[in-house]
Every structure is written in C-alpha cells, then in structure tokens.
C-alpha cells in the first residue's frame, strides 16, 4: 500500500519560513519523480515544485527564489522549504507521486 504523509505545515508571519516533510512508503521512491501541489480556498490546486529521480527541480513563478523543493533517497522524503513566505501562499500543500498518488496535505496558513 502507497502512502505519502506530509508534515511540518502551521501557522507563519509574512516573512518567516517553514519545512514541509512528506515520508513515502510503499513504492520504491527513489525512482520517482516528487512533487508539491497546493491549494487556495475557492482555488484550484496548483504545481508548486517537482523534482526527478535525478535531482531537477522545476518551480511555479511564484515561488521562484523563495521555495525549494528537495529528497533524501535514504529516508524516502522529499522536502519542501519555504522561504520569505507571503500571505497568497496560504494553502493546504499536498505531495504528489508522478503516477497519481496523494499525501492528505497540511495546512500552511501565514498572517500577522
């Protein structure tokens, strides 16, 4: 059984970061092209970053030199830091497996 669960979502003031996780078990993960989706309310869910079994990263504009998208093969994690985050980045952040497998997302809520 596929399963991707991600954590490290929460509550940030404009400006400050956050690390998201999202362990993988069940497939062979390292073979895999990762990514990060998100969804506003009201919005639809959007790619925010993917990286392949190779390490290339490819980012949304609007995360451009702010998020970055990584994995550790070892532990079967790919990663997503978030810097200099922004109150439109406010989203439940989903992992997504290339062939179509989903983590339950987490929340990232960032206000004053």
């Known amino acids: 059984q596929v399963q991707l669960v991600e954590s490290g979502g929460g509550l940030v003031q404009p400006g400050g970061s956050l690390r998201l996780s999202c362990a993988v078990s069940g497939l062979v993960f390292r073979v895999y092209t990762m990514g990060w989706y998100r969804q506003a309310p009201g919005k639809q869910r959007e790619l925010v970053a993917t990286?392949?079994?190779?390490?290339?990263?490819d980012y949304a504009d609007s995360v451009k030199g702010r998020f970055t998208i990584s994995r550790d093969n070892a532990k079967d994690t790919v990663y997503l830091q978030m810097n200099s985050l922004k109150p439109e980045d406010t989203a439940v952040y989903f992992c997504h497996q290339e062939f179509g497998y989903w983590g339950q997302g987490t929340q990232v809520t960032v206000s004053s």
């Open positions: 990286i392949t079994s190779g390490g290339a990263t």
